[in-house]
């Protein structure tokens, strides 16, 4: 037996400020899961291990250049 009710789609957030991570989760419904990363190393790990389908990234983000 199959469930037919999608998954919530993953978006990861890559922001440095934690007030800024809250505004975006708050501009979203509760429709999404939430990954948040403050720098590009911990993003690549959320990447590889969550496979999130919508990622947001201040492109001034330190790490991982």
Partial sequence: K???LASPAKLLIIEN???IRNLIKQS???SYTFFEAD???DAIK???KERPEIILVNIGISGAS
Avoid: P
């Fill in 28 to 30: 979203y419904d509760s």
């Fill in 2 to 4: 199959t469930n037919n």
């Fill in 39 to 41: 720098n590009g190393d």
């Fill in 17 to 19: 400020s934690q007030n």
């Fill in 46 to 48: 959320i990447i590889a």
